[in-house]
């Protein structure tokens, strides 16, 4: 391996969210920080350079993006997905969520469903709720196996009222990648329906083989004509502070639409460092990627394989994408505070409790394995040792 995931690099005293906020949010400052979605890996060496001899010039005034900004976009989505992008599709958005609302006002009024599948990223329900569009729920369905799948026909009956569908693929905190086949239902219900799909990829490059990520708008011409796609290397090369994202828009009417929205709020400057290191990393990132995707398929197996020998009574389902492990406490003899609790308190793991992405998360929390193998292992000692002395290592 080129490139060292296992180096601890200290982020406390940086403003970091994930490590600097712990005492505010867990009450403690020393729980291993496994919430925030964003990794404690430092980005590939030429992003790093870059940003570096940018800052090194000391005037921050208003910046532009080049050609190159928008190049480096369809050079990557090209590699990565075969899917080949005009640049006249791309629109730039501070942010995939700040996208996603900026996408719901333009295509939504006051009053409209927007359905999402829940348990899903908290703050798609959020932004409906407050932008005043009338939630839809479609949850996704446990199998027999506790792997997750879209309930088709309550989605063909939610769609039915709504105007917008808000899809995560990569599902967050689930872990599916959806198939080609799941995709294309998705499709046909919103051609039925007349909806607009909103799809969320941000962690799109974060796929694990033999799964894929596949561009829903790539699969079918009349997909491309309702959909807005969000691509960001926030999560794929730990970049999010520099909240630069893309929206991908085929369609000349939704993308009028879309900018239009956008010009109202006048967001689109961008900021210096985001313009300097999407091209970059978009040019330069694929060996890295390559890398990194191997070291976390290398820590998710080890939760698993310690789950299954030492907790079975935890159960998780590998992800096919993310970062992101969904645990399911719902066997032990507490309740959905008293686990996270548990977590905080006696484990000192800071995760995300599951009912934060909905109802449906009651009984699961979201643990972040993106840091050093060593971090992971130690998470996974602390919290045998905690189930340990409970007996909870007996339930299975
Ligand atoms: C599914 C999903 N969408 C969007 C975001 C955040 O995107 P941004 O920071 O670009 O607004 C996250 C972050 O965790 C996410 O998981």
């Known amino acids: 391996m080129k490139y060292d995931f296992d180096k601890i690099v200290s982020r406390e005293g940086t403003d970091s969210e994930k490590f600097d906020l712990r005492n505010e949010i867990f009450g403690r400052s020393d729980v291993i920080p496994m919430w925030v979605a964003d990794m404690d890996f430092t980005p590939p060496a030429e992003v790093i350079d870059a940003v570096q001899r940018r800052a090194a010039h000391p005037i921050y005034g208003y910046t532009c993006r080049s050609k190159a900004f928008n190049q480096s976009i369809i050079g990557w989505v090209q590699r990565r997905g075969g899917w080949t992008l005009r640049p006249e599709w791309l629109e730039f958005t501070p942010g995939v969520v700040p996208g996603i609302v900026t996408a719901i006002r333009a295509f939504t009024q006051e009053g409209d469903g927007v359905v999402i599948q829940p348990p899903v990223y908290h703050p798609f329900a959020r932004q409906i709720r407050y932008n005043n569009r009338t939630l839809i729920n479609n949850p996704l369905r446990q199998r027999k196996d506790g792997s997750f799948e879209i309930d088709f ?101 939704l993308h009028r639409k879309l900018h239009r929205e956008f010009m109202k709020f006048h967001i689109d400057e961008g900021n210096i460092f985001g313009s300097v290191a999407l091209p970059v990393a978009y040019n330069h990132g694929d060996e890295w990627l390559e890398q990194l995707l191997c070291y976390l398929d290398g820590n998710i197996s080890y939760v698993m394989d310690f789950l299954k020998e030492k907790l079975p009574s935890v159960r998780c389902v590998r992800p096919e994408g993310t970062y992101l492990m969904w645990l399911d406490f719902r066997r032990w003899p507490l309740t959905h505070d008293e686990i996270y609790h548990f977590m905080i308190d006696r484990a000192g793991i800071g995760v995300n409790e599951g009912s934060m992405f909905g109802e449906e998360g009651r009984g699961w929390m979201r643990l972040n394995i993106a840091t050093q193998r060593s971090v992971v292992r130690r998470a996974m000692d602390q919290l045998y040792g905690a189930a340990l002395e409970a007996g909870y290592d007996k339930i299975i």
Request: net charge negative.
């Open 153 to 253: 026909e309550d989605l063909d009956e939610k769609l039915a009222q709504a105007k917008a569908f808000l899809m995560c693929n990569p599902h967050n905190p689930s872990g599916r990648v959806f198939t080609e086949q799941e995709l294309r239902r998705i499709g046909e219900l919103c051609e039925k329906h007349d909806v607009v799909i909103l799809s969320d990829e941000i962690h799109g490059d974060l796929v694990y083989k033999p799964h894929r990520h596949l561009h829903i708008a790539a699969l079918d011409p009349r997909f491309a004509k309702r959909t807005v796609t969000f691509i960001a290397p926030s999560k794929t090369f730990n970049i999010a502070g520099f909240a630069t994202a893309v929206c991908i828009v085929p369609d000349e009417e």
